[in-house]
């Protein structure tokens, strides 16, 4: 379990924040993130507030332990990392409940100081960038802002695609939709260009290998855009199906063979293959080790 709440005892009454940096040994910017997020607690297990001062006997702090399961960089340098990420499993916690996520091995190989560069889904496999430190990570999180990198992944789709497509439909909320975080594509929507190039032709089962090299970074943006063609990425569990199997799934209620049937695959077949950028002069370009199926 990442959250570990730890009980520190209160010597001398003083702010909450210089607290935290002079009885726990946090950073003063780093106690008062954790009180933004309210994971500083009185004995009573009420939240502190900034600038409140501490009282009774102890204090407790709910503090990221990064745990790990085996899993290992792909790639490493002084600055940075990647990590080939099995589908299934989150980047990040969502809740102080959450049992593990990439960010457990994160932290556990390389620190509090390290971080997610960027995020993929949780049924999304492939390369997921790690920042090592303060540096690296402003750095490498303004390279994806400003999209200075190139990203190509693979998917299996329903249907026949035999020669290259783009897409350059505009992707928004669905608000029709009764499942929250579901996408569609309007002439309203946010600009967005996905480039389609098919692989290989599965004539039993009537699917497609493909290459799919997103220009644009917009929510579920490969997703949307292969839906909105007619070709839905195989186990896709949002997209192209009913909304009430849509909807048991994001509340877990969705069985494996119920999922199967709906769907066609137990996980979505879309893999983060590659990611190629520049560091500090030197040029990156690595592919994912781990299979789409």
């Known amino acids: 379990m990442p959250f570990v709440l730890k009980q520190y005892p209160v010597k001398e009454?003083?702010?909450?924040?210089?607290?935290?940096?002079?009885?726990?040994?946090?950073?003063?910017?780093?106690g008062q993130k954790l009180i933004a997020k309210c994971r500083v607690f009185d004995e009573n297990n009420i939240p502190m507030q900034?600038?409140?001062k501490v009282k009774g006997k102890f204090i407790k702090v709910a503090l990221f332990e990064g745990i790990t399961r085996g899993l290992k960089p792909l790639f490493n340098t002084d600055s940075f990392a990647l990590f080939d990420k099995p589908s299934g499993v989150m980047v990040h916690p969502t809740s102080r409940t959450t049992q593990y996520t990439l960010l457990d091995e994160i932290r556990y190989h390389f620190g509090d100081d390290a971080n997610l560069g960027h995020r993929i889904d949780m049924e999304?496999?492939?390369?997921v960038l790690v920042t090592k430190n303060k540096y690296?990570?402003?750095?490498?999180?303004?390279?994806?802002?400003?999209?200075?990198?190139?990203?190509?992944?693979?998917?299996?789709v329903e249907g026949h695609i035999n020669k290259s497509i783009s897409i350059d439909s505009g992707i928004k909320k669905d608000i029709n939709s009764?499942?929250?975080?579901?996408?569609t594509t309007s002439s309203?929507?946010?600009?967005?260009?996905?480039?389609?190039?098919p692989i290989k032709y599965d004539p039993v089962k009537k699917q497609t290998l493909i290459q799919a090299?997103?220009?644009?970074?917009?929510?579920?943006?490969?997703r949307v855009h292969l839906n909105s063609i007619g070709h839905r990425i195989v186990g896709d569990p949002i997209y192209g199906?009913?909304?009430i199997i849509a909807d048991k799934y994001l509340l877990k209620s969705l069985s494996k063979e119920d999922r199967v049937e709906a769907t066609g695959h137990t996980r979505l077949l879309l893999h983060a293959n590659r990611l190629a950028f520049n560091f500090h002069n030197l040029s990156y370009d690595i592919y994912s080790k781990l299979s789409l199926i």
């Open 188 to 197: 309203d929507g946010k600009e967005s260009l996905t480039i389609i190039n």
């Open 241 to 243: 199906i009913d909304e």
């Open 50 to 52: 900034n600038s409140q």
């Open 213 to 222: 090299i997103p220009h644009t970074g917009r929510q579920h943006q490969i």
């Open 13 to 30: 009454s003083k702010k909450i924040q210089q607290f935290l940096k002079d009885d726990v040994g946090l950073t003063l910017s780093f």
């Open 136 to 156: 690296s990570d402003i750095e490498l999180k303004d390279m994806f802002e400003n999209r200075n990198y190139k990203k190509e992944y693979l998917a299996i």
């Open 124 to 127: 999304t496999s492939g390369l």
């Open 178 to 183: 009764m499942i929250g975080v579901k996408m």
